[in-house]
Every structure is written in structure tokens, then in C-alpha cells.
């Protein structure tokens, strides 16, 4: 009895003495742990500030792995790939975020939307709008929806962008009228392709109706309706917009003239072609007027002169290609080389440049190819901006 209340008066103090070291040596190593972490933290930070974006990965995996919790070092991962490209990296980094159950709401979505951006910057657009989903009802749901339109523009499918964008209208987050009315004369151009005019006449007398101020619809249902022989109803549709002096009207010129020969309504026409070309002088329009023209030599003579007229007032390449052109019908032609060197300085001068990107095209384009930007090409071509 004697022996065992001595091994218990030795091995208490002992083992609290045991205890204690051991506690030092926990607390030690945690505070080396704590110090370790924050110098790599700081570390890539500084690698970051100096767009060394290797040595800043290097350095927040080192911190990352001194300390697995931290989740703003997993976000900083996470976006350094996707910016690098590492995209399959980023994912990785986020949807370990999403695994976490001790993630709190705001991190859970603001991981969500990292994920999202992750799928959408490596063109997995499926998984993307998956992702994008998910942040309904979250802090995210605006910037979610934004891109989810951008999405569905890309892969043109035109119905689910219109329900976006109308959600998006709802929310206050922008005015998506025009848009809207584009989406419907993107739709009535694929039904007219498939050979179902009816539709495409239903899309665009709707989009008039629904967005009366829209240039693009109503020159779409001119031309259509021109190709069905309704010349007299194109020249009415297609007339609005010189009335109003629309800017998109120039874009119309054309196909006013078709339409104005075929319903026998040339001076008609000639009226509203004038009465715009005195309040927007344009290359375009005045070619129309000359279009429509009387054959006479008179009426030639006539219409010579108003190239003459609009070099006169405008400085213009075109114009003066135009007169050259003309008078040669009376004149010995030009040598070839000189017309040949003449066409070629006209070519870029003739084109349309995006106000958003600077892409340059033969056409006109409502939605840029290049920056996919809705309504950034002018009117009118590169000479006359």
C-alpha cells in the first residue's frame, strides 16, 4: 500500500510536468504555424503587386497549407488561375470552397460566382449557365443574370435571352427595350430562313408595335415584304423612317427605292429622299436620289450635279468617285491605273467601324462580331463620321 501511494505521489507531478512541456510545445508550434503563415501571405502579395503571378501562386499555396481555413487565401488562388488560365486549377480551388460545411453564406455564394466565372472564362457554357443558376435570390443574382444573357446571345437562343432580359428590366437593372426588339428580329430572320414568313411577319409587326422607335424591325419587315411582292406596303413601312428622320433611315435607302419603282411611287419617294438629304446629308441617301432619277440627259445632267453639290459642302473620297464616274459616261474613261488606285482609296473609306471596338465591316451590323455590343455600328460609313 506503502510502495503504490508513492508511485501516485511521484507520478502526478510528473505527469503535469509532462503536460506542460507538451502544452509549450503546442503552443510553440502554433505560434510558428501563425507566423509562417501570414510572412507567406504577405509574400504573395508582394509577388502579386509586382505582377510576379508564379512566385505569388507558389507563395499562397505555402500559406494555404500552413493554414487550410483561411478562405480569403483560397479565393486569391482561385482568381490568380483563372487570370493565368489555369482554369481546371480554379475550379478545383472553388468547388473545395463549396465542399467546406463550415463556409458561411457569403463565402458559399461569392464561391458559387468564382465557379461560375471559371466555367464561363474556359467556354463551358453549359456548366457556366448551370452555375450562374444558382445564384438566384443571392447578392450575386444581378451579375448572374447579366451573363447568363451574354450566354445565351453567344449561342444565339434568342426566347431564353428575352426572358432574361425582361427579368433584368424588372430588377431596375437597365432599359432592355431595344434589346428585346433586336432578340425578336433575330428570331424573325431564322423563321424566314426556315421558310415560315408568317412567323417572321408576326415577330416584327410585333416589335413595332412593341417598340415603335426601333429602326432595325421596321426595315427588316420593308425588305420582307418587298420579297413577297407588297411593294406599296414596304414603301409605307420603309417610309416612317425618313419621316421621322431616323438615322437608321439611310440604312433603308435602298430597298425605299425598290420598293418605290415597283408600287410606281417614284416621286413619292424622290420627295422623302430630298427632304431627309437636307436634314442628313449622306452618301447613301443621295445615291438613292440618283437612283431614282429621271433618264432623261436632263435629269443625268441633274444628277451629276448633286455629287458636285455635296463636294461642294462635304469633303468626300466617295462623292467625287461618284461624279468621276458619271462624267465619264460623257468623257474618255479613266486610265486604269488611276481608277484602280481611286477604288482602292475608297474601300476602307466605305466601311462601317463599331463605336464600342473599332471593327471594321463591309455592312452594317447590329450586334458587333467583335465585341458583341448591340447598336454600336453608326449609321453611317467611316467617311461621314
Known amino acids: 500500500m506503502e510502495l503504490d501511494l508513492t508511485w501516485i505521489l511521484v507520478g502526478l ?4 510536468a509532462l503536460g506542460w512541456i507538451a502544452s509549450r510545445l503546442d503552443l510553440r508550434q502554433m505560434r510558428i504555424a501563425n507566423r509562417q503563415a501570414p510572412r507567406a501571405y504577405f509574400k504573395g502579395l508582394n509577388y502579386l503587386l509586382n505582377e510576379q503571378q508564379d512566385q505569388a501562386i507558389d507563395a499562397f499555396i505555402e500559406a494555404v497549407q500552413n493554414d487550410p481555413d483561411t478562405s ?17 486549377r480554379a475550379v478545383r480551388v472553388h468547388e ?3 465542399s467546406r460545411a463550415d463556409l458561411s453564406s457569403a463565402d458559399r455564394q461569392r464561391a458559387q460566382h468564382g465557379l461560375a466565372l471559371d466555367f464561363l472564362k474556359a467556354g463551358l457554357l453549359d456548366r457556366a449557365e448551370e452555375a450562374l443558376r444558382k445564384l438566384e435570390g443571392t447578392t450575386y443574382e444581378g451579375q448572374a443574370r447579366l451573363a447568363r444573357l451574354g ?9 431564353e435571352a428575352a426572358q432574361v432580359a425582361q427579368l433584368l428590366e424588372k430588377s431596375g437593372e437597365a432599359n432592355f427595350e431595344m434589346r428585346l426588339a433586336h432578340y425578336q428580329c433575330e428570331q424573325a430572320r431564322e423563321a424566314v430562313q426556315q421558310g415560315d414568313v408568317a412567323k417572321a411577319l408576326q415577330l416584327l409587326n410585333t416589335a413595332i408595335k412593341t417598340t415603335p422607335d426601333a429602326a432595325r424591325p421596321r426595315i427588316l419587315l420593308g425588305q420582307l415584304q418587298l420579297s413577297q411582292g407588297q411593294a406599296a406596303q414596304a414603301f409605307a413601312t420603309l417610309s416612317v423612317l425618313f419621316e421621322r428622320a431616323d438615322a437608321a433611315a439611310t440604312l433603308a435607302a435602298p430597298s425605299l427605292v425598290k420598293a418605290a419603282q415597283a408600287a410606281a411611287m417614284v416621286e ?3 420627295a422623302l429622299l430630298q427632304k431627309h ?3 442628313q446629308p449622306g452618301i447613301d441617301v443621295l445615291d438613292a436620289i440618283t437612283a431614282l432619277a429621271d433618264p432623261s440627259p436632263e435629269g443625268q445632267e441633274a444628277s451629276h450635279q448633286r455629287y458636285l453639290d ?20 460623257t468623257r474618255p474613261a479613266l486610265p486604269a491605273p488611276v481608277q484602280k488606285a481611286l477604288e482602292q482609296a475608297i474601300r476602307p473609306l466605305a466601311r462601317y467601324r463599331c463605336a464600342a471596338c473599332g471593327f471594321e465591316a463591309k455592312e452594317h451590323f447590329w450586334h458587333c462580331p467583335g465585341c458583341q455590343a448591340w447598336d454600336s455600328y453608326p449609321p453611317r460609313r467611316i467617311e461621314e463620321l
Request: aromatic share 14%; net charge positive; no cysteine.
Open 96 to 98: 473545395h470552397l463549396l
Open 72 to 88: 480569403e487565401l483560397h479565393f486569391a488562388l482561385g482568381n490568380l488561375f483563372r487570370r493565368r488560365g489555369e482554369y481546371d
Open 151 to 159: 450566354i445565351y446571345e453567344r449561342s444565339r437562343e434568342w426566347p
Open 310 to 329: 455635296h463636294l461642294g459642302q462635304h469633303t468626300s473620297l466617295m462623292a467625287a468617285a461618284r461624279w468621276l464616274s458619271n462624267e465619264n459616261q
Open 268 to 270: 413619292q419617294a424622290k
Open 277 to 279: 438629304y437636307d436634314k
Open 13 to 16: 507531478p510528473a505527469a503535469f
